[in-house]
């Protein structure tokens, strides 16, 4: 465990998404074209220490990982308790 002092730390993130189509029409679909994080640090110790720490919480993070390597989606529907099945 690195042991720095952080008084504050926060992330900001925005989506560029889009939504096209028709539920009507059997037609919608959605996607996110790119994903900005913007990490916010207070920190009184030197600036390579703090840039090593958020580098390693970047490594960590699930959020990021889902987002720059695809996984593959396991998906289960249960409607009125019984798992179906969708074409």
Do not use: W
């Amino acid at each position: 465990m690195k042991k720095i002092s952080i008084l504050s730390a926060k992330v900001h993130v925005e989506l560029d998404y889009f939504l096209t189509g028709s539920v009507k029409e059997n037609s919608i679909q959605n996607g996110v074209s790119k994903v900005r994080s913007i990490f916010e640090v207070e920190s009184p110790e030197p600036e390579n220490s703090v840039k090593e720490v958020i580098a390693l919480a970047k490594q960590g993070c699930f959020a990021e990982t889902i987002v720059t390597k695809a996984v593959p989606l396991d998906s289960t529907i249960v409607l009125n308790g019984n798992e179906v099945v969708l074409r």
